[in-house]
């Protein structure tokens, strides 16, 4: 897209991000659309001379290369010229079967032109091709981003496996951690929810206007065209075939897709909160970029852009993928209209969700450790010991420790080492206890966070 193009567009995923969301208009836009319905229309076409058909004899190989290049050319000028056809049908489906049809003549197809959308609806045509660009580009270009998000932040949670962290629950100081079991955890989450997001069949129609096959049945009653259908939607085109339904898809697989890409969108947002946070902290500094502002005003300031970025977009692909999964699987008997213009936005909360991912990547890569400030703020809570003791002490018989260390913590700012070595020397417990309470400190008192 030219840069004046760019400046001109209404939606930032095709003008602003376009460098980020790029590799999706293959799949998504207008004319990759046309392109997938055409090739949906040329492979049926292929498959149906498999049928023994009189009136369709075998392909030859040549043939076959031939119908298959009609789509696999296909370039701005055939998108161009589909278009221009769809002013005079003002179907763009239709404008799809004659381009095709322009086509025949070359490859000794004469007499058979009529078989190119045979028995078809427009659904039979979309509701294959939609889905068949949404798998393809999950598979190439969805799955790799959020692949290499986990696998940045897993670097990152091995480097750090052993750094200690004060946690606040509540936004309180809470027992320490580490701060790469901290970013483990957002590993573990997302390697179930790809899993789960993975596992979504990629669902297809395909059984004439209202589900029946009743044009192709009519024409050809021999024909088990549901088995066809099964082979053609299941075994050519790699799809899961939905069977019975109405004239469309009934989308249930789409909506399941969609509620596990919001899930996957949940997690990633609430990882962008909480490293927001600990910039926030100063637990990271943020590599400085020669010629970055930070803010029009505020010479000094590096904000956490890339974060912020992040959480805005997933919002955004989130709010759309929430009504996508609510409207689709409703359509009013047999049909409406209403799923057709819903599923042109299809490749749009992908295009936010691409956005994002890059700007967390981006983020993740500019993170610098601050070790010193982390190390600080344990120091400045010595009071998250008191569940160490207490605990160790419950071991030992001691009477009500827990009352023992409420007492002496509880609302007291000033508690550090000091006001813990006397608490211990004044417990009614051995020697050898003793040394063990000593030895517990807010920066070794990580349980197996670090292991």
């Known amino acids: 897209m030219s840069e004046n193009a760019a400046l001109n567009a209404i939606s930032p995923i095709d003008g602003r991000y376009r460098r980020h969301t790029e590799p999706l208009a293959t799949y998504f836009s207008e004319a990759g659309l046309i392109q997938y319905r055409?090739?949906?229309?040329?492979?049926?076409?292929?498959?149906?001379?498999?049928?023994?058909?009189?009136?369709?004899?075998a392909l030859s190989v040549e043939q076959v290369e031939g119908l298959r290049a009609i789509y696999v050319g296909f370039d701005t000028a055939g998108a161009l010229e589909v278009k221009g056809i769809e002013k005079t049908t003002n179907h763009d489906v239709k404008a799809v079967e004659y381009y095709i049809k322009e086509r025949l003549a070359p490859l000794e197809l004469d007499g058979r032109s009529e078989f190119v959308h045979f028995g078809l609806t427009s659904q039979d045509v979309n509701n294959t091709a939609i889905p068949l660009s949404m798998a393809e580009a999950t598979a190439d270009v969805l799955l790799p981003a959020l692949q290499s998000v986990r696998d940045d932040l897993a670097l990152l949670a091995e480097k750090w496996s052993t750094v200690p962290m004060l946690a606040r629950t509540h936004g309180q100081p809470a027992?320490?951690?580490?701060?790469?079991?901290?970013?483990s955890v957002f590993v573990e989450r997302l390697d179930h929810a790809v899993a789960q997001f993975e596992a979504v069949p990629f669902a297809a129609k395909f059984g004439g206007a209202t589900g029946g096959f009743n044009a192709h049945h009519v024409a050809y009653p021999e024909v088990d065209w549901h088995a066809f259908a099964e082979q053609f939607v299941q075994d050519e085109l790699g799809l899961h075939r939905s069977h019975p339904t109405t004239q469309i898809e009934h989308y249930d697989y789409l909506a399941a897709w969609c509620d596990a890409l919001q899930r996957i969108h949940t997690i990633l947002i609430d990882l962008d909160r909480?490293?927001?946070?600990?910039?926030s902290l100063d637990y990271f500094k943020q590599k400085v970029v020669a010629g970055e502002v930070g803010s029009s005003a505020m010479p000094h300031k590096v904000n956490p852009i890339d974060f912020e970025n992040s959480e805005g977009n997933l919002g955004m692909a989130n709010a759309l993928l929430g009504h996508l999964?609510?409207?689709?699987p409703i359509s009013r008997l047999q049909r409406d209209l209403t799923d057709s213009t819903v599923l042109r936005n299809v490749g749009v909360p992908v295009g936010h969700s691409l956005v994002a991912l890059n700007a967390l990547r981006k983020g993740l890569g500019k993170l610098v450790l601050n070790e010193a400030k982390l190390h600080a703020d344990l120091e400045a809570q010595w009071a998250v010991v008191a569940e160490a003791i207490q605990t160790i002490l419950r071991r030992e018989g001691v009477e009500k420790p827990y009352e023992l260390l409420k007492d002496l913590t509880r609302g007291n700012a000033g508690i550090d080492a000091g006001t813990i070595a006397d608490f211990i020397s004044g417990l009614p417990v051995t020697d050898s206890v003793r040394m063990e309470l000593r030895a517990i400190t807010p920066h070794n008192y990580t349980g197996t966070a670090g292991a």
Do not use: N
């Open 38 to 57: 055409i090739r949906i229309e040329v492979e049926y076409f292929i498959a149906l001379h498999g049928l023994g058909l009189p009136q369709l004899p």
């Open 325 to 328: 999964a609510r409207k689709l």
């Open 274 to 279: 909480d490293l927001w946070h600990y910039i």
């Open 175 to 183: 027992s320490p951690v580490t701060l790469g079991k901290e970013l």
